[in-house]
């Protein structure tokens, strides 16, 4: 279980792909951000970096000093992908004599292909290539092989997809409260780079450029951030809850032709524990037709029905709030947008929910999709009308087995 942050990393319809071509005439596709001189025309002796080690350890993940410079120079070499940074890789490679690199992905990373500052010519290639470039090197007795960097793709699809680093749920600190919340694009994003580091963070690297390529939440976070500052422009009188249930309740989690978001680890459907509501959507963000707002007291009572001490939730509130020892407190009333439940038994579990029409006078209908016929929920009313500045109560339900299980529902239908 990987612990969640509130928004999560999805692609961009952008790569930089490279190529790896090997002697039994196999290419493979992987992607590289390296500008320099090319490989020599042919095809050059490739050997696992495993071979040319004395430390069975570390000698595959290329680490620094692990490598025999004779059995290196003038080769491609393969590392695998984790235990060091992928560019110090190739700096270890490099310092050895080898004339390139292939970055073999561990199954943990599925077919992501993140873009690297390497400073020789080398790419990351995915899982299944990686099966495939194991076994060549390791059976055929003369094993060769090339990197061709290709430079930048445009409209790739499927896109976005989850990416394999994302961070995942179920919450581990509180998980009646489904997270994330949504994903942004966050792999292989142009950004503006300080002239006082290298690109590629290596001491040794006397490149400087004024833009680079990163990827991380440091990257879908402020594509968040903007998002929300033009819906707190358009609504300057939303409290933030107000505009994260704009973002999320507009989210995408289907392609344009209505198939499920993919995770790129396991290039399988995605689920809410991975994408939350979905892919953030500037287009409808604007008009969200519903939202589910809180106040500073909901939180204050939340906190409460977590146990926090008076003197903890004074840290956090900045002001002297105290729970009232006669109240019940439940963390299902915090009118978050979304939720799961962890169920114990064939038992029923109700969730109520408040909802604000921003959208006019209306009528809203409920859509319940369910993944199983193990789980029944049903959303009371099913139809929401509104008239112009009106709230509306809807109350979800379900029964189901010993399992966690998130309930994706929305209301749909705006017809105001």
């Not at 007795?141 to 409209?155: F, L």
């Not at 109700?350 to 009528?363: D, I, N």
């Amino acid at each position: 279980m990987v612990k969640s942050t509130p928004n999560s990393v999805g692609t961009i319809d952008c790569d930089f792909p490279a190529l790896a071509s090997f002697g039994n005439g196999e290419n493979y596709t992987g992607a590289s951000l390296f500008k320099g001189e090319a490989l020599p025309a042919q095809l050059l002796p490739f050997v696992r970096a495993g071979k040319a080690s004395n430390n069975a350890t570390y000698g595959k993940y290329c680490f620094p000093e692990t490598l025999t410079p004779e059995r290196i120079k003038g080769k491609i070499f393969m590392c695998e992908e984790g235990g060091n940074d992928n560019v110090e890789k190739g700096e270890v490679v490099k310092a050895a004599g080898g004339l390139g690199m292939i970055i073999a992905n561990v199954p943990d990373y599925g077919e992501e292909l993140l873009g690297y500052a390497f400073n020789l010519p080398a790419t990351t290639v995915g899982r299944k290539a990686s099966d495939i470039i194991r076994h060549y090197v390791m059976t055929d007795p003369n094993p060769t092989a090339s990197v061709v960097i290709q430079g930048t793709a445009v409209n790739v699809q499927p896109s976005p997809v989850l990416a394999a680093f994302s961070s995942l749920g179920p919450n581990s600190i509180t998980p009646n409260i489904l997270k994330p919340d949504l994903i942004a694009p966050g792999v292989n994003i142009l950004a503006a780079w300080t002239g006082a580091v290298e690109p590629s963070g290596l001491a040794s690297d006397t490149r400087r450029v004024e833009f680079n390529i990163i990827s991380g939440t440091s990257m879908s976070c402020p594509h968040v951030s903007g998002l929300a500052a033009l819906l707190k422009s358009v609504h300057p009188k939303w409290s933030p809850a107000a505009i994260r249930s704009a973002l999320m309740t507009t989210a995408c989690n289907t392609y344009s032709d209505r198939q499920p978001l993919l995770d790129i680890a396991t290039v399988e459907p995605s689920t809410p524990f991975g994408h939350g509501a979905g892919h953030v959507s500037p287009t409808t963000v604007i008009s969200p037709g519903l939202i589910y707002d809180l106040t500073t007291q909901d939180y204050i009572d939340f906190l409460c029905a977590l146990n926090y001490k008076s003197s903890q939730i004074t840290k956090v509130s900045r002001g002297s709030y105290a729970c009232d020892s006669n109240k019940t407190y439940s963390v299902t009333d915090l009118n978050y947008l979304s939720f799961a439940v962890n169920v114990e038994g064939s038992n029923t579990y109700k969730y109520t929910r408040t909802v604000t029409s921003v959208g006019g006078a209306g009528s809203y209908s409920v859509k319940v999709i369910s993944e199983t016929t193990a789980v029944k929920i049903s959303v009371e009313p099913p139809v929401l009308t509104f008239k112009e500045g009106l709230t509306a109560l809807a109350a979800s339900s379900g029964q189901m087995g010993n399992t966690w299980w998130p309930v994706p529902w929305r209301l749909a239908g705006h017809s105001g």
